[in-house]
């Protein structure tokens, strides 16, 4: 069995630091993020990526994500794993459910996704949610 769900994250916080400057051009932060969801996922997150910028308008990160979620009354934690990029302004992500790290009622959920950013730190989001033998599947809009 599988649920589509959909809705918005509001990026609340960012801080980000910088550990390594390249002489040619670039560098290497790390950045704690806080998300709200709203739409069919209700909650917050707590997120952290390792960005490695190539310019100072382009980068690859990769990261983990924690969110609290409340969906159609049932309530835990999904874990998920980030691989992105910024790019032309835009931040997208391929990510993967960590199955073995969800709790509650999202024990057994797994699949994998992407999202693509918005204006004013937000992003569409879409779920595909599955139990044991399905998969999740999660794409930005």
Same mark, same amino acid.
């Given at each position: 069995?599988?649920?589509n769900? @959909?809705?918005?994250?509001?990026?609340?916080q960012?801080?980000e630091?910088c550990?390594?400057? &390249?002489?040619?051009?670039?560098k290497?932060?790390?950045?704690?993020i806080?998300? @709200?969801?709203?739409? $069919?996922?209700?909650?917050?997150?707590? /997120?952290?990526?390792?960005?490695?910028?190539? @310019?100072e =308008?382009? %980068?690859? *990160?990769?990261?983990f994500?924690?969110i609290?979620?409340?969906?159609?009354?049932k309530?835990g934690?999904?874990?998920l794993?980030h $691989?992105g990029v910024f790019?032309?302004?835009? %931040? =997208?992500?391929? *990510?993967?459910?960590? #199955?073995? +790290?969800c #709790?509650? $009622?999202?024990?057994?959920?797994?699949? =994998?996704?992407?999202?693509a950013?918005?204006? +004013?730190?937000q992003? +569409?989001?879409? &779920?595909? /949610?599955g *139990?044991?033998?399905?998969s999740?599947?999660?794409?930005g809009?």
């Amino acid at each position: 069995m599988s649920k589509n769900l @959909t809705g918005l994250f509001q990026i609340t916080q960012w801080n980000e630091e910088c550990h390594l400057v &390249f002489d040619e051009g670039g560098k290497q932060c790390c950045a704690q993020i806080k998300q @709200t969801y709203s739409g $069919d996922i209700e909650g917050d997150s707590s /997120l952290k990526y390792l960005m490695n910028y190539r @310019t100072e =308008s382009t %980068a690859c *990160f990769v990261g983990f994500e924690v969110i609290n979620a409340t969906i159609d009354g049932k309530k835990g934690r999904i874990v998920l794993r980030h $691989d992105g990029v910024f790019e032309q302004g835009v %931040a =997208s992500s391929h *990510f993967k459910i960590i #199955s073995e +790290n969800c #709790s509650d $009622d999202f024990k057994g959920i797994h699949g =994998s996704g992407s999202f693509a950013s918005a204006e +004013n730190g937000q992003a +569409n989001y879409q &779920f595909e /949610l599955g *139990f044991d033998d399905n998969s999740v599947k999660v794409i930005g809009i």
